[in-house]
Structures are given as C-alpha cells and as structure tokens.
C-alpha cells in the first residue's frame, strides 16, 4: 500500500472517530450546563423554602398574628381609641396640573365633546 493511501485511511478513520465522539460529548457538556442550572434554581426554591418555613414558625405565634392584624389591617381591640398620624409628605399632590400636563375633564366623553362643539 502506498503511503497516500495508508494517509488517507488514517484520515477516514480519525475522521469517523471524530464524528463518533462529537456528538456524545456536545450532549455530555450540554447535560452539564443544564444540571448546574438545575441546582442553582434549586438552591434558591431551597431558601425560599427556608425563608417560608421561617414567616410560618413566625405566624404560629398568636402575639404575631395580632401585631401583624393591628399593623396591616389597622385592628383595635374594643375600648381602644385608634389614632391614624398623617404627615404633610403623606398627603396627595394638589389637584392642579404641573406645567406640560394635560387636565383631566370630568364627565363622559360625549359631555366633553358637546361642551367643546357648542364652545366654538
């Protein structure tokens, strides 16, 4: 045999071992990069857990319950007098429209358009 012919056998044969092994290995490295992603979503439902498991222990308390219905829901006991504190940066902004915006009209769509047809 020639030696151009024993350079090509051997060329079709690490070829077709290439070819054999590429596929496998894209697969294999694939698999990887999903089971890394696979365990760092499970790490993280694993703290949510935690953290659920945490608020829960928390609200078994009766005392929990009542602060957070006291607090959330603005619950008095009867007989209590419940006072609601407003600062001045806690009230709406003035009704006025700011400079470059448009107001409002009240009313329906077909009031606002008569009012501007008859307006002229």
Known sequence: MSTTRRAAVVAIVVCALAFTIAVPLRTYLAQRTEIREQQAQQAQLQQTVAQLQGRKAELSDP????????????????GETPYIVQLPEDKAPDAAPQQGQQQIPDGSWYENLWNQVSAG
């Open 63 to 78: 005392a929990q319950i009542e602060a957070e219905a006291r607090r959330r829901l603005r619950y008095v006991k009867p």
